[in-house]
């Protein structure tokens, strides 16, 4: 390898934009299967992602700020302006997709996920997704309870068991220990699925599902006797608006009773027929 040219690269980090000169490397060798193939410096692939403008500190702060703590685009945008960064708000949402690639392969490294689950000697699986709508892809998530790696997620458009099925078994095929259990909602598919792929493998509900179900008689109960007050509340504010309007209606005649008497009596000192002309103006 011989340095052939010089090329120049500017990122941008969280604590200054700096310009980088890259020597370029290539072989002369004619014969060689990579004669005059660009080599670039390795230490370039510390300092940020190819073909991007922003180091790789940048992108894990706007990761950080995402998932850990639940800020939205403008307000990340917001944070990095703060700091002296200079971006626009739609290159906050392509740094979060680079660093949910990022994040991606690290979790799909088997050797990472092989050592991880050796030392818990088993698995307890997880699974779950949303029900699907027509025609749209749902996630659905295989994780391992004990250490909290997610072992696989895939989209899927149906929710049939032999396509869970199909993801169990990959999932038993890659795994380095045991499966000893699987937690589920408990949907009937998920169901046959499990027992499909993993047969004698204990499978029970989780502890969100099982309370939910467990006080379904209490709710169910509960929304009876709310039913039930209802009703005699219904009768209670029936009787407050009769009462309200004899009440109106005796106080209204007590007003014609009393303006009729004002102008009906004579008045001292009036001349004659004034009386008269005041009870029928």
């Known amino acids: 390898m011989y340095f052939d040219y010089s090329n120049f690269r500017t990122l941008t980090s969280l604590t200054a934009v700096t310009r980088y000169t890259l020597r370029i490397s290539r072989c002369r060798h004619r014969p060689c299967d990579l004669f005059r193939v ?23 702060r706007v990761g950080r700020l995402r998932y850990a703590e639940h800020r939205s685009v403008p307000e990340i945008h917001a944070h990095l302006t703060q ?6 708000e739609r290159t906050v949402t392509n740094l979060l997709y680079r660093y949910d690639e990022l994040l991606a392969v690290a979790l799909a490294d088997d ?7 050796q030392t818990r000697g088993r698995v307890v699986l997880a699974i779950d997704g949303l029900q699907p709508d027509v025609g749209h892809e ?13 072992l696989l997620a895939k989209s899927l458009l149906s929710a049939r068991n032999q396509d869970l099925a199909a993801l ?22 998920i169901r046959k699925a499990v027992a499909k792929a993993l047969p004698g493998v204990p499978h029970q509900l989780c502890q ?47 007003i014609a009773e009393r303006t009729k008497r004002r102008y009906s009596v004579p008045c001292r000192g009036l001349p004659p027929g004034t009386a008269e002309s005041l009870e029928n103006p």
């Open 38 to 60: 660009p080599f670039r410096p390795e230490a370039e692939g510390r300092l940020a992602l190819p073909h991007h403008e922003f180091a790789l500190d940048v992108v894990a």
């Open 83 to 88: 700091l002296g960064v200079t971006l626009a």
């Open 111 to 117: 050797d990472r996920l092989r050592a991880i689950l």
């Open 138 to 150: 749902v996630l659905w998530v295989l994780r391992d309870v004990l250490s909290g790696e997610i």
């Open 168 to 189: 169990l078994e990959q999932v038993r095929t890659n795994c380095p220990v045991p499966i000893a259990g699987v937690v589920s909602d408990g949907q009937y598919s």
């Open 208 to 254: 969100f599902h099982f309370l939910r179900e467990a006080a379904r008689p209490i709710y169910e109960a509960d929304r009876h006797a709310k039913k039930e007050l209802k009703k005699k509340v219904r009768g209670v504010r029936a009787i407050e608006r009769s009462v309200d309007r004899s009440r109106f209606r005796i106080g209204t005649e007590r």
